[in-house]
């Protein structure tokens, strides 16, 4: 403003937390989400799946935390050559709003799958990945905001109704079931397979290694050295009779896709980055949700796909 | 926009996080500060010392939530009154943004002191105030935000420079100590006395009684029933020789005065309204925040002011 001139008053915003539903049919009540991803690599498959969303993408606002460094810089450079396009494009498929956060830390670990699944990486790795989670959840959440959805920036197919489907089933948490396509060799032909192991129903095998663990343990999925004899969602996918409206509910969930009610989060439901009952990240989430009196749920019979290196 | 007309393309907002510093001299960097209260009532001393603070206003975002009702909602009426005359008043008094939060739940028990004090109360009261304050972090915290300053919105008395006074020390967290003036019948005169228990270094009493408490249960401050011999920093305030400067370390927090560097927040610290280690709300935030990494101080010497009812 020039010299001597009033510049407006400052905004003065007034929400009433019960105005923000999260309903089962969120398009007629033209409720806003909020996909958060957190990014290392960028592929453009997860791009395109994005841009198929059917949800109308006025109502969708997008975040993005990005790690320091070279892999982060290449990656922000490809994410931000396809934001330019997509929101210069058609009406229909631009944004409502983009937030890219760049971390002011670097990887853990090397990307690779084989390094990143290591058992003695994990505490580490997944204390990061919280840690940026929830920079990315407290920095972008909004008053507006009604559904978070969680997608990782390596989930390269998922239904264009996935919003829709998902908020159907008016749960608080809910995750679909997270596969990989591979070739398989011995039916020389191309396959399906379970790929997230973070979505299970508690044991009493499980409970019991808890108890005798020191209190910065973690117990963790998917390691033969560690058999928790959890049932794991991923392994209950009906291929014969694939009923989608199925669902189970949950002790832990993974993050890949994890569609989260705002006001979950806003009740204080983080991603523990440290060992909480012995469960850190997503599966913590869903232990620290469960003590806010939220429940999780999970679709085992309703597939996404994880990218195959 | 009309009908076949292009609307500009959505905001596409990119952040570096390790730009955002929280330095000793905060003004001279440009640094950001969100004060948050949570107000169930208001108090025009409140407000007039807000005015008085000497920080840059146009560096200052203020974010209030106020409980759904019929109190709720005179707070609200008397607090937008005061918010329309100084955001059209002098520029220099001016605050660079204002969001008020309405709940979708009203308070837990009656506003008196007797009996929100009443330690049957504390458990619910105190998990509602978590929830409270965790529902206006995760909304207002914004990815420009350096630093974040916690005060109630009964606290009628703080030193001007408090802001800058407390970001000198450089710490991750750092709580004032809480006081209250009233008439000391005794001396006939005004006087001062301690207000806020929740800031402490831990005891080994509190230690044992906590080990033997059921998983729920929670540790109270400030209770005859529940001798814990924690250190009260409240009660180190050295009258004859108030050196401001001094510093001690602390192992709980209380919320009437806190300031917390953004990151800290942003790592996954937040009130928890269920026990976390026996804790809850400020002070299960200082033993979250230390699970993370970061540490919790207090000033014995420098005294801010509660309202006296
Ligand atoms: N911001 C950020 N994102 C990461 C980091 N490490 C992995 N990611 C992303 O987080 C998501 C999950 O990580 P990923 O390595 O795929 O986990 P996995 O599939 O369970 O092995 C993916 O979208 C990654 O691109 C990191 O250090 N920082
Ligand atoms: N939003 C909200 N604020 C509250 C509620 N109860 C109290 N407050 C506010 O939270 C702060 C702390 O509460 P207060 O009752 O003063 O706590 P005490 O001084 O420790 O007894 C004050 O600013 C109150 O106005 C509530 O239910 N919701
Ligand atoms: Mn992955
Ligand atoms: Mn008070």
Partial sequence: TKDGELPPPPPVVHYHLNNLTTSIDPIARRETILI???LARFYQEYWDNLLELSYPHDLISLGFIIPKGREGNSATTALQAQIAKTQSGPIKKRFASITILRQDTEMQTSQAESERHKMANQKARRAAMSKARNSLLFTTLG???????WMDADIIETPPSLIQDLAAHDK???????????FNKEKSAQDVRPYDYNSWIDSVTAQSLASSMDKDDILLEGYAEMATYRSLMTYMYDEANPELER????DG???TVLLVKAEVHRDGAMFPPFAFY???ETEGFAKMAKRLGWSSWGLPNYLVFHYNE
Same sequence: chains 1, 2.
């Fill in 253 to 255: 969930v993974g993050g």
């Fill in 278 to 280: 012995h469960l850190i």
């Fill in 247 to 250: 669902e189970i509910e949950l």
């Fill in 143 to 149: 008053p507006t905001t009604s559904w978070v959805l």
């Fill in 36 to 38: 958060l991803s957190p």
């Fill in 172 to 182: 608080p948490i809910i995750v679909p079931n997270c596969f990989q396509r591979y």
